[in-house]
Each structure stands twice: as structure tokens, then as C-alpha cells.
């Protein structure tokens, strides 16, 4: 147990896929996994464990933005020794190239604050996903036909921005294809605790064309995403 997280040690598998939205984590669970088993409610940050193709796979709810996400893993990673952590996020498209509904694979991330997720330098480490992890995500995603692309991605602190799109300006000059709010922190902390880190993020609106997913549909569009984190998770 820790102040966030009711679940005991062994709870957790050694391989967490982490939703922001807990309501993704409680579909991805109940619709994906076998047996399926509840250990942590509190906050209504939901995680759950159970097995994937008889593989142990945890699924853990993160919540919104640097903060919040910077909690839940480091507790994962800290207390219950997770090794494997697969972010199945929803992300902002920064080109119209980027198809809403598609999967984005972040191949580097750069956070748009310096400071962001930083604590006294403890996370400064220069990080990337695990290699590994990257390329079996390209292999898997090929194989299965899911519509993807990988490359930079942007980590913001702030959802709503007097700026509007034009802070992302200079990151779509530099061809960063997405935005989320948590993709910088994953990979921080992986590195910080030695583990391995991959961020999915499926385009749920796109900033420069203004379309827009609805909330109710997005089940549905999770679906490739969520197939993907988890052939990655079972074989990589
Ligand atoms: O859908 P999730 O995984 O929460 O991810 C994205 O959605 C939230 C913003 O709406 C942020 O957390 C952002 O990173
Ligand atoms: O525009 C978006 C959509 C999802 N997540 C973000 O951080 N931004």
C-alpha cells in the first residue's frame, strides 16, 4: 500500500500499460484481459491486473498531466518494482498528416517547460523509449494493419493556453507530429529507475484541422491502441 494506491506488493504485474482516463483502464481490462481483477479504487485512479495471451499484465489509470502522472508510476515503480510501462494515452495532432483516430508511437518527446516534471534534477536524465519496446511496437503495429506513425511528440503542462495553437509553432517546425500531456514524464522516470517505457497515443482531435473524436465513440477507437500495448507487453 501506498498513499495513492490501496494494492498490496505482488498486486501489480511487472508490466503496466497506463491510461490517463480510468474509464479507458476499466474497458481495456474488462475487455481485454482474462480474469481481470481490481486493486486499486482509491481516488478512483482504477487498477487492474489479470492476463493477456496467460501473461500477467496490470493496467493503472494515471489521471491528467505531469503531477498527477509523476505520483501513480513512481509508486509503481518504487513500491511495487514495476519494469515494463506502456502509456495508452490520447493525444492532439500538431499536422494534418496525422489521421485523428490513428496511433502516434513516440520515438522522443520533448516536454514544452523545461522545468516540467522535474524534482530538484531527480528526472533529468535524457530519455527516449526502450528501444526494444519501439520496435517491436513498429513490428506489431505493421503486422496488425494499424494505422500509425512515429516520431516526436510534445509534452505540455497546460490543456487550455491563451496561445491557442500557436505555442506549437516552433514544435511543428521541428515536425513533432502530436501533443499529450504526460509522454515527457514516462520517459524521465523509466530512465530515472532503470525501466523500460513506450508511449501509444491514439489522435483524438488534431490542432491545426480542429476535428474533433466524441467521447462517446472512443471506446471504439481505443481498440488498436489498446491491441497494440498489449502484443507489445506480451512479447516484448
Ligand atoms: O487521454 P489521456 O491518456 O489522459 O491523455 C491525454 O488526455 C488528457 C487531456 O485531455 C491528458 O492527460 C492528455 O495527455
Ligand atoms: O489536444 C489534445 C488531445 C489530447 N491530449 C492533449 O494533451 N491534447
Given at each position: 500500500m501506498t498513499p495513492h494506491n490501496e494494492a498490496a506488493k505482488g498486486d501489480y504485474a511487472a508490466t503496466v500499460l497506463l491510461p490517463g482516463d480510468p474509464q479507458r483502464a476499466e474497458w481495456m481490462a474488462k475487455t481485454f484481459l482474462e480474469a481481470p481483477r481490481c486493486v486499486n479504487r482509491r481516488r478512483g485512479a482504477l487498477g487492474f491486473t489479470g492476463l493477456y495471451r496467460g501473461r500477467p499484465v496490470s493496467i493503472q489509470a494515471t489521471g491528467i498531466g505531469v503531477p498527477s502522472f509523476l505520483v501513480y508510476v513512481h509508486e509503481l515503480l518504487d513500491f511495487h518494482g514495476v519494469k515494463t510501462l506502456i502509456r495508452t494515452g490520447t493525444c492532439g495532432g500538431?499536422?494534418?498528416?496525422?489521421?485523428?483516430?490513428s496511433v502516434v508511437i513516440s520515438q522522443s518527446v520533448r516536454a514544452e517547460s523545461e522545468r516540467s516534471g522535474q524534482v530538484f534534477g531527480l528526472y533529468d536524465a535524457a530519455a527516449g523509449p526502450d528501444p526494444g519496446l519501439y520496435a517491436h511496437a513498429l513490428a506489431c503495429a505493421a503486422q496488425l494493419g494499424i494505422d500509425h506513425q512515429a516520431g516526436l511528440t510534445i509534452c505540455s503542462d497546460v490543456f487550455y493556453h491563451p496561445e491557442g495553437r500557436a505555442r506549437f509553432a516552433e514544435a511543428q517546425t521541428l515536425g513533432a507530429l502530436a501533443v499529450d500531456m504526460e509522454t515527457s514524464a514516462l520517459y524521465r522516470l523509466a530512465a530515472h529507475f532503470g525501466a523500460r517505457a513506450l508511449s501509444l497515443l491514439t489522435v483524438v482531435d488534431n490542432i491545426v484541422t480542429d476535428e474533433l473524436t466524441a467521447y462517446s465513440e472512443r471506446q471504439a477507437l481505443f481498440t488498436d491502441m489498446a491491441r497494440l500495448g498489449l502484443e507489445v507487453a506480451a512479447e516484448g
Open positions: 500538431l499536422t494534418p498528416n496525422v489521421p485523428l483516430r
